[in-house]
């Protein structure tokens, strides 16, 4: 599998096209003895290289593995240097395709830009600037094609640094506009009819007016514009900037290589490189006519029915020069598979009325990938591609590792699962193998003390919702350390509220809300973000009802100014996002859920969202058909636990999918109202921590629900509030049968 294991270790990262960022990287030297000895140093080892598409990036484990053009490859496997091809087939009409291609091979170059001055691979004989050929598009519709890609994915960008709060830059200006758009006129100003276009701030504030989404670029007038009122829709009415150039090469020319280049690279982590466009009649002519100056070409023939094999070898005989190539060919083209290293096949299907489009790989030779069908989108920002919902339950290798988990004994860690605790516990990410070796030998004793604590309590039903409902931010201990919460860290060991998913299951107006809104607050007290997703809900309606549980229990607020700034900063940490009904399918909103998760938060790298609250299951039975599938509750608990994420799903008694919530879920929390007085009942009917006692259902009544809570200000010296259940709940000890068989 080439040097897969070896190199996806070291993945780019950076900015492009939704890409994490991340530091400079590491690069792994291979040499030999011989070489040491002498000075000199063999070729390094390649990182993979991003192919713009964040999901197929996935599909790939990181990117494409481009070892297979590394001398000392070649040489160990006494292979003749061939370049890596890559085929792109289908049968769609449209022209996802090429899309599809000069995404994938721009994105290519921006990769080896960033790191060509670092291997020997990218030498004098290296052109990193890619060439497209393409029968299926004349050259200026390619550039236009392609440049309306090139802003739009760039807007992105700066809508994510928006969102993070990301200080290093400044959007509080007209800096980035100014490099793609002509802002000397605002276009629509003199002639506009709607007055609430705020002109003064659109001439000093475009980048951050984009960031927020007030001014969008629209592909149809090459323009940005203003979202004014709905009649406004996109014409010369609500225009603000034209953009400078028709073509990447022409904004290259203006900007590659000076001060505005480092400018836009430091915006959006892309710099102007230039990319040839040249369209040819037929694909015998693009067999003839392709340059053995570049490096990185591709081919679009995709509009040739039925190409002959000698006419795609001849196709292939002219890319034999290039390094890496891309051909776009119809499906059903006569494509000799040993002469290229991967195929991506393009498909379709009309499902209940709607199209949905799907990729997938179906050959690799060169590097592993995630087999199956994987759904892709075209936006205006290019071509997204959602990996399939079971890619989430996926880990790579698991079943080659068993064999150290499974002779594990029940205390002792694996390396892996220590380096976690460490650095979500204890904040020590920098710890050693030889520190994981030291605890080994010293027996390991948090697990078993955490098993056998020091004092046996019983514990009531408001332990276990504190434990449930106001999971405590680690960090906030390790703050202010003592001999009482190291205590507490041992205990924590076992319930380990990271990545468990709590269902709150009960009929209407049980209080199922009430109850998740303490733990969103409780989360705010600790400064740790929440956020809630909204199944076709109106979100202004539970912004309007998102009151704090505790604040009626907290004395009188009116006139406190003070008390009501502390209760306001609570506000910071919750945030929202609303999915509407329709087609939207597992990958999708995996794929979308995910993008918004590694958001940072007030600048902070290591700043996430760290609670999800899912409002409600049931919905799906009315307006997400596609969602309506037992995996999918899998694949997004599965998703929450990979990034330490407490995931909270209300859900309706009548909704079709408990049962499987039910199942997956860590906690279960049932609501109910006592028939006699109406006083709220909460059943804990599964627990995932320690409670030292036989297996049991745990029942409390809510004695006054607007005393259920408390916040404590300022708790600490560091700013912490202290938010808990409050002991306004009476233990139900013993349930008839009645009333335990009505919570089904």
């Known amino acids: ?40 140093q063999m070729p390094k080892c390649l990182p993979k290289l991003p192919t713009g598409i964040r999901g197929l990036d996935k599909v790939l484990y990181g990117g494409i593995d481009a070892n297979v053009l590394n001398p000392l490859y070649i040489k160990e496997q006494s292979i003749e240097r061939t370049p890596l091809v890559i085929v792109i087939r289908g049968n769609e009409d449209d022209n996802d395709k090429c899309m599809l291609a000069m995404q994938m ?22 052109n990193n600037e890619p060439i497209m050929y ?45 490099i793609l758009f002509d802002s000397s006129q605002i276009l629509c100003q003199g002639i506009s009819r709607n007055a609430n276009i705020p002109y003064s701030a659109i001439a000093t504030k475009t980048d951050a007016m984009m960031g927020d989404g007030i001014i969008y670029y629209n592909r149809r007038t090459n323009s940005l514009h203003v979202k004014a009122d709905l009649a406004a829709d996109d014409n010369q009415y609500n225009q603000v900037y034209r953009r400078r150039h028709g073509s990447v090469n022409e904004y290259s020319n203006d900007v590659y290589g000076k001060p505005k ?50 006419v795609v070898n001849n196709i292939l005989d002219g890319l034999k020069s290039s390094k890496i190539a891309i051909l776009c060919v119809d499906s059903t083209a006569d494509v000799p598979e040993n002469r290229v290293n991967m195929i991506v096949e393009l498909s379709k299907e009309l499902n209940h009325r709607f199209v949905l489009k799907y990729l997938q790989i179906i050959k690799s030779d ?32 698991y079943l080659q590792r068993a064999l150290v988990y499974t002779h594990a004994d029940a205390l002792t860690d694996t390396y892996q699962q220590y380096m976690k605790l460490q650095k979500y516990y204890y904040d020590t990410p920098t710890t050693t193998y030889e520190d994981y070796e030291a605890e080994l030998a010293s027996g390991g004793h948090k697990p078993f003390y ?20 106001i999971p405590i931010n680690p960090l906030r201990h390790l703050i202010h350390k003592s001999k009482e919460e190291d205590d507490f860290i041992e205990n924590e060991y076992m319930y380990g509220n990271a990545g468990f998913v709590t269902a709150v299951v009960g009929r209407a107006n ?28 109106e979100e202004t309606v539970t912004r309007r009802r998102l009151v704090c549980p505790a604040r009626p229990s907290c004395g009188n607020w009116e006139k406190n100014n003070e008390k009501n700034k502390a209760c306001l900063n609570c506000y910071h940490y919750i945030h929202f996002m609303n999915f509407c009904m329709g087609n939207i399918t597992p990958a999708e909103f995996l794929y979308y859920l995910e993008k918004q998760i590694e958001v940072a938060y007030d600048g902070d790298s290591q700043k996430h969202i760290r609670r999800i609250v899912i409002d409600d299951l049931q919905i799906l039975d009315f307006c997400f058909p596609r969602l309506k599938d037992d995996l999918f509750l899998a694949a997004l608990a599965e998703l929450c636990r990979q990034h330490d994420i407490i995931l909270y799903i209300l859900c309706d008694r009548a909704g079709s999918m408990l049962p499987t919530l039910r199942a997956l879920a860590d906690n279960v929390i049932i609501t109910d109202k006592d028939e006699k007085d109406g006083h709220p009942l909460i059943f804990v009917e599964k627990f995932a921590g320690y409670t030292n006692t036989p297996s049991k259902m745990y029942c409390g009544k809510v004695k006054n629900v607007s005393k259920l809570f408390r916040c404590v200000e300022n708790y600490d010296s560091n700013g912490f509030n202290k938010f808990e259940f409050q002991s306004n709940i009476v233990e139900l000890e013993d349930m008839d049968e009645k009333t335990f068989y009505n919570l089904d």
């Open 510 to 537: 049980t209080y199922k809300r009430f109850l998740t809104f303490g733990g969103i607050f409780g989360s705010a007290c600790a400064k740790d973000h929440t956020l809630i997703i909204m199944m076709n809900k």
């Open 105 to 126: 091979l721009y994105s290519i170059a921006q990769s080896i830009e960033n790191i060509k001055s670092q291997y020997q691979i990218f030498g004098k004989d290296w």
């Open 1 to 40: 599998m080439g040097n897969d294991s070896l190199s996806s270790h070291f993945i780019i990262k950076n900015y492009f096209w939704g890409m994490e960022p991340g530091s400079p990287f590491n690069l792994l030297k291979r040499t030999t003895m011989e070489e040491k000895a002498s000075g000199q």
């Open 450 to 469: 955490a098993i056998y604590p020091k004092n046996y309590m019983e514990q009531m039903s408001i332990d276990l919702l504190n434990r449930v409902f």
């Open 261 to 310: 280049d480092d400018l836009f690279y430091h915006y959006t982590g892309l710099h102007f490189l230039p990319f040839v466009m040249e369209n040819n009649t037929t694909a015998e002519d693009v067999a003839k006519r392709i340059s053995p100056q570049h490096s990185l070409v591709a081919v679009d023939v995709s509009d040739q029915k039925k190409l002959t094999r000698e």
């Open 134 to 178: 393409s029968t299926y598009y004349q050259a200026h519709k390619l550039d236009d094609l392609f440049l309306d890609f090139f802003i739009s994915s760039s807007l992105q960008e700066i809508l994510r640094k928006k969102a993070s709060k990301d200080t290093s830059v400044n959007l509080s200006s007209n800096i980035f506009t100014d």
């Open 366 to 397: 060169s590097q592993e990938f995630y087999q199956g069908q994987h759904q892709y989108k075209k936006r205006d920002f290019g071509i997204e591609v959602y990996p399939r919902k079971e890619s989430y339950l996926h880990e790579r290798r």
